[in-house]
């Protein structure tokens, strides 16, 4: 049986200026606030899902977009109410980039 990890990661689009992209953006207001390097998406995703960081990057990715967090009441972490309802908020920086109003 192949596994998920086998499949070879070429790229279905890439885009044609990368500083130019929301992600890249994002990349560089959470390198500048939290004092870290981020150079890849991998290096963001990394940081986005570490047990040390994960709640900072929520807090910056909500001030980022421009969007008001609520704080859960179970964890104390904030959490996103964002109109598209299906995507979750890693999806929406990637697919809209810009707040919904």
């Not at 596994?3 to 044609?16: G, I, M, Q, S």
């Not at 421009?66 to 908020?89: A, I």
Request: net charge negative; hydrophobic share 40%.
């Amino acid at each position: 049986m192949r596994e998920f990890t086998d499949v070879p990661k070429t790229p279905l689009w890439l885009p044609n200026n990368i500083e130019a992209t929301t992600p890249y953006h994002f990349m560089q207001f959470v390198s500048k606030r939290q004092n870290v390097h981020l150079a890849t998406y991998h290096d963001l995703h990394a940081w986005s899902v570490h047990k040390d960081t994960a709640d900072s990057f929520w807090k910056l990715a909500c001030e980022f977009l421009e969007l008001e967090p609520q704080v859960s009441s179970l964890t104390g972490s904030p959490t996103v109410s964002v109109c598209y309802n299906d995507l979750d908020l890693e999806q929406y920086i990637l697919f809209v980039g810009i707040p919904c109003r």
